[in-house]
């Protein structure tokens, strides 16, 4: 049931480190998803350098969904978009054809505190990748939630569960926040053939193997998956249908 585990590279974007999961040389992407960082976990002190922020970039063929767990970022971009993103939010720019963004750390420069999120990259599928390009923000009332016998979840894009986020997808896909305490169980359902759930935060038991902070456990199609919290845990869970063999070193 367990197809493969992923180690998280961690990476120096020249003032604080990403734990880098996707893509891996021997599975490149999970469902839509071509791209998977941890942005921190990194404390900050007042006062740091504006070295830290990450400058203007373009992106093409994709979409970049950031979602925050502590701290909090500004995005800017080429269709003129300003937006704070703040934690339990969600940003989803989509590139189409071209886009150029930035993401600055302006409050945290200011205050001081603790980064600790998500960015994926997710592919826009065949015949949509030179869409027009354009920015969405979506505050936490968009994102349904569900809590039972010590299992917080978040649904942050796409389907699943039996509910559905009011964020604009262009392929079938699925994006969940769960906060786990320690003991409590939470199922992953069969329903999208690529799945995989990446540990934020924690420990957690999956077919009697121990997953911990870091990793990404892959999953084959077609079982149910049952997780246990051996630890409080935060573990995001992703997939969908496939959108087909992409290179992505342009972007």
Do not use: C
């Amino acid at each position: 049931m367990i197809d493969l585990v992923i180690e998280q590279r961690r990476k120096d974007l020249g003032g604080f480190e990403v734990g880098r999961v996707l893509p891996f040389h021997a599975h490149r992407m999970v469902g839509p998803f071509i791209f998977f960082d941890h942005m921190g976990p990194a404390d900050f002190t007042a006062g740091f350098p504006r070295s830290v922020d990450v400058r203007p970039h373009p992106h093409i063929g994709l979409s970049t969904v950031s979602y925050l767990f502590e701290g909090q970022m500004t995005h800017r971009d080429s269709v003129g978009a300003t937006q704070v993103v703040k934690p339990g939010e969600v940003n989803w720019m989509t590139a189409g054809r071209g886009i150029t963004h930035s993401e600055r750390f302006e409050d945290l420069r200011a205050h001081g505190g603790r980064m600790d999120g998500i960015q994926t990259w997710v592919a826009l599928p065949d015949g949509q990748e030179e869409i027009d390009p354009a920015f969405y923000h979506h505050g936490v009332a968009d994102l349904p939630t569900y809590e039972e016998n010590g299992m917080w979840a978040r649904l942050i894009v796409g389907k699943a569960f039996g509910a559905e986020a009011k964020v604009k997808t262009h392929s079938p896909m699925f994006y969940v926040h769960w906060a786990l305490q320690a003991g409590a169980k939470a199922q992953l359902p069969a329903e999208y053939p690529e799945r995989a759930a990446y540990v934020a935060r924690g420990e957690v038991e999956v077919l009697g193997q121990t997953f911990h902070q870091g990793q990404m456990i892959i999953f084959k199609p077609g079982e149910p998956v049952l997780f246990t919290a051996a630890t409080p845990a935060i573990v995001m869970l992703l997939g969908g249908e496939p959108v087909g063999p992409r290179f992505i070193e342009w972007n």
